[in-house]
């Protein structure tokens, strides 16, 4: 079977219709040269080379969302000054609905202006005045998006910078219509005070927001960000916390596991942007049904390359899934087999979102064309297969003294290098008979002339497939013909 991230980069993520409500900006830049310093105060001069405007704040995300491939729709507010109409010009260049946008004559848009000299930013100059959201302009979105919905929409987020517009009033109705219409309502927050954000799908701090929430500097380590996240993720109710935590990746805090997805090594320029990269592939492949793993991994993916880009950069849908494609090779080069207890959690992920979860065992020594075959076979039974693979001590006392011919990390690598093989998870055992007491997989596959009532393990599978093995080809077979070659050479 396909790799659940390919699946959702290759076949989903284009068909995910996102709203996005927040604080929206113009990002503004001006790049340079620096080569001298000024005769009339001791600061360097830049000399302007070119300029370039690209969406911010919320609208960044709504950026990285269509720039995968999603249908986005923007709710904010802008000015009509030369920066509000930029903002306007950018929405439509790349094919965002800004019907949500609220258009004050007398607002001035967001702008961040950041002036960069040799690549490196010197300085960033800031226009904003802040301006909750008033009661018409509330009733406003609400119908705005009531309208989205009917139309078709998939998940909600609210990308609060602490401009004024996501205030608690908007913030709590957004959640309690995400509630009723079985939407993921996620949230990037701002400030100490996350009440507004009470019973939200999930929320997406840094490790600054989350010290900030909880009022005390928090480590970067696992235990701390374990022990204050689940704290967070009981107080307000949500169903998950993801906290962004640089270079050390990802964590993700659910009421039943958490998840620490390490960072992919970058060389990093900016990281201007890279939390709204992180929202809008958590929010599109959480809505496309991907499990949090999947998408912690993705995200994850994705920021790297955002970080490896000077300035705000929305991340195309063909580069993560380039890199995604290069990460699952290297991770292939250094494969090891799953723990029991990390494939009983896959199989229990897999199986709670409805997919079938296909279970084979065997020695697989020297693998061959009969044995590709038959795993061929077995895996379009269902939506996984996991393979269980004798260890070298258990191929011993089923084969002989003189086998395995190859090492179990070595035949663990063969397997999983298959496409249609998830994962491998090796057993001490004659029989996989314990193993599957624990995996509880939807179909059993055994090869050969057995019948369901024979094989080791039935009672712990939904159902029991007899395949045929493919005939010329066994791995005793392939021995003799290595040991006839060589006596003839002898």
């Known amino acids: 079977m396909k790799q659940e991230g390919e699946i959702f980069l290759r076949e989903q993520v284009q068909h995910i219709r996102a709203a996005v409500i927040g604080d929206v900006m113009a990002d503004r830049y001006i790049f340079g040269s620096v080569n001298r310093i ?17 969406l911010g704040g919320a ?103 602490g401009k004024g517009f996501i205030t608690p009033q908007l913030a709590q109705e957004v959640i309690r219509r995400g509630h009723r219409w079985k939407l993921p309502v996620l949230v990037d927050p701002k400030g100490s005070d996350w009440h507004k954000y009470t019973g939200a799908y999930g929320i997406t701090p840094n490790l600054k927001e989350l010290s900030d929430c909880c009022g005390r500097a928090i480590c970067n380590e696992d235990e701390d960000i374990e022990r204050e996240g689940v704290l967070i993720r009981e107080k307000y109710h949500l169903k998950y916390l993801f906290v962004t935590r640089s270079e050390k990746g990802i964590t993700s ?84 087999p799953l723990t029991w207890e990390e494939a009983e959690g896959k199989v229990a992920r897999w199986k709670e979102k409805g997919e079938t979860v296909v279970f084979t065992n065997g020695c697989f020594d020297i693998l ?13 039974l269902g939506d996984h297969l996991i393979v269980g693979l004798n260890s070298d001590d258990s191929v011993r006392r089923l084969k002989g003294a003189e086998r395995p011919v190859n090492g179990e990390m070595d035949r663990a690598f063969m397997l999983a290098a298959l496409r249609f093989v998830d994962d491998v998870v090796l057993f001490t055992e004659d029989t996989p008979k314990e193993l599957l007491s624990h995996l509880r997989p ?49």
């Open 368 to 380: 061959h064309r009969g044995h590709v075959t038959y795993l061929q076979q077995a895996a379009a």
């Open 442 to 490: 939807d179909i059993l596959v055994k090869g050969g002339d057995y019948r369901p009532e024979e094989v080791a393990g039935r009672e712990y599978a939904g159902r029991v497939d007899i395949l045929p093995f493919v005939d010329g080809y066994s791995t005793t077979g392939t021995i003799e013909k290595i040991r006839k070659h060589g006596d003839k050479k002898a």
């Open 253 to 336: 805090i659910g009421s039943k596991e958490i998840i620490h997805c390490p960072a992919m090594a970058r060389d990093v320029f900016d990281v201007s942007g890279a939390g709204d990269t992180v929202m809008a592939v958590l929010a599109a492949a959480l809505a496309a049904g991907r499990d949090s793993e999947t998408a912690l991994k993705l995200a994850n993916t994705a920021a790297g390359i955002a970080v490896s880009r000077v300035g705000t950069y929305p991340v195309r849908r063909e580069e993560v899934l380039d890199a995604w494609e290069n990460e699952e090779r290297d991770l292939r080069k250094n494969y090891r």
């Open 59 to 161: 609208a960044n995300t709504a950026a990285n969302l269509a720039a995968l491939g999603c249908r986005v729709y923007a709710a904010g507010m802008r000015g009509e000054d030369e920066n509000g109409k930029i903002l306007h010009g950018l929405f439509r260049q790349i094919g965002i609905d800004d019907s949500g946008i609220l258009v004050r004559k007398e607002y001035s848009t967001i702008t961040k202006m950041r002036i960069l000299g040799a690549r490196q930013q010197m300085m960033r100059l800031d226009f904003e005045r802040k301006e909750p959201l008033d009661e018409k302009g509330l009733q406003s979105v609400l119908q705005w998006l009531e309208n989205r919905h009917d139309e078709g929409l998939d998940c909600i987020i609210l990308s609060d910078y």
């Open 38 to 54: 000024s005769p009339e105060a001791p600061v360097p001069v830049n000399l302007v080379q070119f300029e370039k405007s690209v």
